[in-house]
């Protein structure tokens, strides 16, 4: 099992530029399934992550 401690003394490194992420931008896609996001960091811009549909009828 792993387990997880929510912490907010640390910020994460974006994989990307490898500098700390104290800011993330998202933005709106809407798709013919609904609306995801997509995320990215603040300094290089690059993606990070798209939200994920739970299920077609929770949107």
């Known amino acids: 099992m792993i387990n997880v401690e929510e912490t907010n003394i640390i910020n994460p490194v974006c994989p990307h530029c490898g500098e700390e992420i104290t800011k993330v931008f998202a933005r709106l896609m809407s798709t013919a399934f609904g609306k995801r996001y ?20 929770m949107g």
């Open 38 to 57: 997509i995320y990215f960091c603040s300094l290089c811009k690059k993606v990070i992550g798209v939200s994920q549909r739970k299920g077609f009828w």
